[in-house]
């Protein structure tokens, strides 16, 4: 059998370059501004959809069922923290990262993302000290988790 079957294909190869990319500019934005922009983050979502419908050459639910899960129980986990913190937890364009996220790798890989970015996190905030905690931008680490599980998924 020949070993090259199991390759990505180019289009695999040109979509992960614009993916890191852009994730790199997100995270650089987000360590200065703490802001995930919406002209990044929502491009991401439609370009995931149509990389996985591309693949699949149908309509890709289960990237729709990511980008909807994905933006709806992060905006859920910010708006109970802001009720009964009142102050903002949890940005919404973690909400759009996330669905971003959801959208390239479908709805069966966003647990594994937040478990994954939730605990860098943690462990970054706890050895980081209190400055570490307060000022924690939440987007690195998904969009860490985010690469990690797309160039693993191939």
């Excluded at 992960?16 to 703490?34: F, M």
């Excluded at 209190?130 to 690195?140: D, K, T």
Aim: no cysteine; proline share 5%; charged share 10%.
């Amino acid at each position: 059998m020949n070993s090259s079957a199991y390759l990505p294909t180019p289009v695999f190869w040109v979509a992960t370059v614009i993916l890191a990319g852009v994730l790199i500019r997100l995270v650089v934005i987000d360590l200065h501004t703490r802001r995930l922009p919406d002209k990044y983050t929502l491009p991401l979502v439609l370009s995931g959809l149509a990389v996985n419908a591309y693949a699949l050459g149908a309509i890709p639910t289960l990237a729709i069922w990511g980008a909807i899960m994905g933006y709806l129980v992060f905006w859920a986990i910010g708006a109970f923290y802001f009720r009964a913190r009142g102050i903002e937890g949890l940005g919404m364009g973690d909400a759009k990262l996330l669905a971003a996220a959801g959208a390239w790798l479908g709805i069966a890989m966003l647990p594994m993302l937040i478990l994954m970015a939730a605990t860098a996190a943690l462990v970054f905030a706890l050895a980081g000290g209190r400055r570490a905690r307060e000022q924690l931008a939440f987007g690195p680490w998904l969009a860490a988790a985010f690469i990690i599980l797309w160039v693993a998924g191939a």
